[in-house]
């Protein structure tokens, strides 16, 4: 990027605790095969990581700030302090798919002085609902549109010129659709809008967010099947870090060490995690046992947490304090001793595909099953009674084993499991086993070796 004070474009990014993905966002801008542009981010009291991590991916961002936020008065602010010929407004959770995004739109605009907005291609990720999805598919098609009449226009893929907007800046009171009042008004006044599919960005939350239905879900099957699907950011690009709780309490007897240097190992062994975080009361002491791995971070803890969600919370935060951003983490500790690299990437992948927060292993229970309520009585919680057919089971946690999170959904035990759940059924008993359940050293590698006997991962 050349920073020369004058740009030919400005791009306005609205971010409000968009932490898990400004990231993304910024690197895809970064590798623009146009490079005269200025970046400003216009945020309304993020109270996550957005700004550091956006700072960490571009230093010389521009950040302004808005307190009473609506869309029309944020991208006035951006627009007021930019510099360019033309803006580009950029939804932070949209990633450009391809390095001439940029380029694309510039080119379009460029063409024609009456043309007053060009919006490009929205494409759904791996992890975008269904009903989103098939809303994009339908709404931005293949076929370049030149719109006369219809306002249609959607500023989280959009470019406009600058001294269209000084005589008719976004409305300042409308809560919604800001872009849309902006077309028609520079359609009254004769103006062109385009829409270009050459220019396109993935975008996780689509132009509608609405709740599931199956319908939905066979029209997005039928759309995909009938069309190049492209695929969406590879796994590549997310950073996965492990994190491995363990107090040096654990840590006394021979089979808790053994399963501890054995799970580091399992980690260490799987490519797309990028490290592993140990945390503990004790690094001294932990320091003298740990393998030579050259991927482990250690961060000593002085808070005991009763809750494991709670460690993990904790553990991100003091991550984000040394520039360690992880996208997605894998939370795992000893007190389920067997574990599978299977499992693990497993419960990566269906995160990464699924519009979930987390995934957890689990297993299948098909028989008669209760919780006891508040007042002690029994409540069933199954549906034993219909033909084994029509049976739907219920599911057991396994999280000890390997619970994959986006870092920013991990915040503490008391809302963790109210996030969106996948799950990844485990259906070798072994796994089910505690480690306070093993008795001896003999006893733990000759489960070991029954594993691998008979589940082949």
């Known amino acids: 990027?050349?920073?020369?004070?004058?740009?030919?474009?400005?791009?306005?990014?609205?971010?409000?605790?968009?932490?898990?993905?400004?990231?993304?966002?910024?690197?895809?801008?970064?590798?623009?095969s146009y490079i005269d542009y200025e970046v400003i981010l216009v945020d309304n009291q993020s109270d996550d990581y957005t700004i550091q991590k956006a700072k960490l991916v571009m230093p010389d961002i521009k950040i302004h700030h808005i307190e009473e936020f609506m869309p029309g008065k944020a991208l006035n602010l951006g627009i007021i302090n930019s510099s360019g010929e033309y803006i580009v407004c950029l939804s932070a959770h949209c990633i450009p798919v391809n390095e001439y995004w940029l380029e694309k739109l510039v080119n379009e605009i460029k063409s024609d002085e009456n043309i007053a907005g060009v919006y490009g291609r929205q494409l759904p990720m791996d992890q975008t609902h269904d009903i989103d999805r098939r809303d994009m598919y339908v709404?931005?098609?293949?076929?370049?549109?030149?719109?006369?009449?219809?306002p249609f226009f959607h500023n989280a893929n959009s470019i406009l010129r600058k001294d269209l907007w000084e005589k008719t800046p976004f409305d300042e009171n409308e809560r919604n659709i800001e872009d849309r009042v902006w077309a028609q008004k520079m359609i009254d006044n004769s103006y062109k809008i385009i829409y270009t599919p050459d220019s396109m960005v993935y975008h996780y939350h689509g132009i509608h967010q609405t709740n599931k239905n199956t319908r939905y879900k066979n029209i997005v099957k039928i759309i995909e099947r009938t069309n190049n699907k492209l695929d969406t950011l590879p796994i590549s690009e997310y950073n996965i870090q492990a994190i491995i709780p363990i107090l040096n309490v654990d840590l006394e007897d021979e089979i808790s060490r053994e399963v501890f240097?054995?799970?580091?190992?399992?980690?260490?062994?799987?490519?797309?995690?990028?490290?592993?975080?140990?945390?503990?009361?004790?690094?001294?002491?932990?320091?003298?046992?740990?393998?030579?791995?050259?991927?482990?971070?250690l961060i000593e803890r002085e808070n005991i947490h009763?809750?494991?969600?709670?460690?993990?919370?904790?553990?991100?935060?003091?991550?984000?304090?040394?520039?360690?951003?992880p996208d997605i983490v894998v939370m795992s500790d000893i007190s389920y001793p067997f574990k599978s690299r299977t499992i693990i990437e497993n419960c990566i992948y269906e995160l990464l595909k699924n519009d979930v927060d987390?995934?957890?292993?689990?297993?299948?229970?098909?028989?008669?099953?209760?919780?006891?309520?508040?007042?002690?009585?029994?409540?069933?919680?199954?549906?034993?009674?219909?033909?084994?057919?029509?049976?739907?089971?219920?599911?057991?946690?396994?999280?000890?084993?390997?619970?994959v999170a986006y870092s920013d959904k991990v915040k503490n035990h008391q809302n963790f499991f109210n996030n969106k759940i996948e799950m990844v059924i485990?259906?070798?008993p072994y796994y089910k086993l505690k480690l306070k359940e093993i008795k001896s050293r003999d006893e733990f590698y000759y489960i070991m070796k029954n594993i691998n006997k008979q589940y082949v991962d």
């Open 261 to 297: 240097i054995n799970t580091i190992k399992l980690f260490s062994s799987i490519s797309i995690i990028s490290n592993i975080v140990i945390t503990t009361d004790n690094l001294f002491k932990l320091k003298k046992m740990l393998p030579q791995e050259n991927n482990l971070i």
């Open 139 to 150: 709404t931005f098609g293949l076929d370049r549109r030149v719109q006369y009449k219809d």
């Open 426 to 428: 485990v259906d070798n």
């Open 1 to 32: 990027m050349f920073y020369i004070g004058i740009f030919m474009v400005s791009i306005i990014i609205r971010t409000k605790n968009e932490e898990r993905w400004i990231g993304h966002c910024l690197k895809q801008i970064k590798i623009q």
């Open 358 to 403: 987390a995934v957890i292993p689990a297993y299948a229970e098909m028989r008669p099953t209760w919780i006891k309520d508040k007042d002690g009585e029994y409540k069933r919680v199954d549906n034993y009674e219909v033909s084994k057919k029509e049976r739907e089971p219920t599911y057991i946690g396994l999280e000890n084993i390997s619970t």
């Open 306 to 325: 009763t809750r494991v969600v709670d460690v993990y919370a904790e553990t991100i935060k003091s991550l984000k304090t040394k520039n360690e951003y």
